[in-house]
């Protein structure tokens, strides 16, 4: 069968997309695709709210399973180190990057070329500890608290809804804003080509699998809140830049994720 055949069939097709999604957001071994086409990898873009799904399977299951053996808190800190082995801590580089630009940086040139710049600076390094250190803490706290009808602690569904939903929240910004790095020399650059209503559909699609696990109320909640952060993270990106790089993709990621457990523990609490 030729490459075109191939691309043809749906289920094919469909899961090479999803293999190529797995591909560039986790460290997850992938075979290489054959006759490989930029296209795709626009069209991947569909899947990145299931992929964050996976990544928050993986964070669940090792909180779950290390909490047999171990007190909550070193649970915590276990399944954060699951999903940032499993990423490559790809969104934690990009909060790092955005804040050494946005705070060294004076103009649009200076603060794009600190970003690129692999060197962790002072900005960059407290930005990451402090989202770290309120992540853990928002993660531990959420221990106290279970889903009674599903008998399950909430810091199970809360790694599952956090690492889907900031996806969905950060790649949507691909859809409706302004790419402003140079494009040829960034590795987003086939994300911000071609976009088209299906990826965005899909894509907002697979962030209500995990919302069924919680009380409606609570995922109208979460989506407004959501909305909200996405608007504020849009005016502020807009203001710094006059738009987005795949660093403040990263970053989006981040803040959103950080944004839905707060979100959580203020409904339990």
Not at 61 to 72: C, D, G, K
Request: charged share 10%; net charge neutral; aromatic share 10%.
């Amino acid at each position: 069968m030729s490459a075109e055949q191939q691309s043809t069939n749906p289920i094919k097709h469909q899961w090479r997309l999803w293999c190529i999604a797995l591909g560039f957001f986790t460290r997850i071994p992938v075979k290489e695709i054959p006759n490989f086409q930029q296209a795709w990898l626009n069209q991947a873009s569909r899947y990145y709210g299931l992929v964050g799904l996976l990544v928050g399977a993986i964070a669940a299951l090792t909180w779950y399973l290390t909490s047999q053996l171990w007190p909550l808190a070193i649970s915590v800190i276990l399944s954060m180190i699951a999903s940032v082995l499993v990423t490559g801590g790809f969104h934690e580089d990009g909060l790092a990057d955005t804040w050494d630009g946005f705070g060294g940086g004076w103009s649009l040139e200076q603060k794009l070329t600190i970003m690129k710049d692999s060197r962790l600076g002072t900005y960059g390094a407290l930005a990451l500890i402090l989202a770290v250190l309120l992540k853990f803490q928002l993660l531990v706290s959420l221990t106290q608290y279970n889903l009674d009808w599903l008998n399950l602690n909430l810091i199970i569904v809360a790694l599952l809804v956090g690492h889907c939903l900031s996806r969905v929240t950060a790649v949507s910004l691909i859809f409706d804003q302004t790419y402003v790095r140079d494009i040829d020399s960034s590795k987003v650059k086939p994300m911000t080509e071609s976009q088209s209503a299906t990826e965005i559909i899909v894509l907002l699609l697979s962030g209500l699998l995990p919302l069924a696990l919680l009380p409606w109320q609570l995922s109208l909640m979460l989506v407004a809140t959501l909305i909200l952060c996405r608007q504020l993270i849009v005016l502020w990106y807009n203001k710094q830049l006059g738009g987005y790089t795949g660093d403040l993709l990263g970053q989006a990621q981040q803040i959103s994720e950080l944004v839905i457990y707060l979100t959580l523990l203020a409904y339990y609490s």
